[in-house]
């Protein structure tokens, strides 16, 4: 009925760049946050960055002023651009969407696949 899919992991040197997209699609009624997790294994999912509706980010404090967030509401679609990377952000990227579907009565968060970002040289 709703489906996030995101795209744009992959494997990148130390000091690239990448961006991440993740696109909400089906039977939606509306979105408020959306925002973009990791996990790597044995370690808890972690926020990494999430955006309001109205445009207004937060970041974890690892990524300050490497990673942005950005969203574009009339396609129901997140992005992430990261710059800078460093091997401490390999992990697999979770894209999160706080949404109200056509067919429910409240905001649900949903989560796509996840993709793999690999930073190593």
């Known amino acids: 009925q709703v489906q996030l899919v995101e795209s744009g992991g992959g494997l990148v040197q130390p000091g690239g760049s990448l961006r991440l997209s993740c696109a909400a699609s089906?039977?939606?009624?509306?979105?408020?946050?959306m925002g973009w997790y990791r996990q790597v294994p044995g370690k808890q999912r972690e926020l990494v960055a999430a955006?309001?509706?109205?445009?207004?980010?937060n970041y974890a404090d690892s990524v300050k002023g490497r990673f942005t967030i950005s969203r574009d509401n009339a396609k129901n679609t997140v992005y992430l651009q990261m710059n800078s990377l460093k091997p401490e952000d390999t992990a697999v990227y979770y894209c999160?969407?706080?949404?109200?579907?056509?067919?429910?009565?409240?905001?649900?968060?949903?989560w796509g696949q996840g993709t793999q970002v690999t930073v190593s040289s």
């Open positions: 089906g039977r939606i009624l509306s979105i408020r946050a």
């Open positions: 999160n969407a706080d949404l109200l579907p056509t067919y429910g009565i409240r905001y649900q968060s949903y």
């Open positions: 955006i309001t509706s109205g445009g207004s980010p």
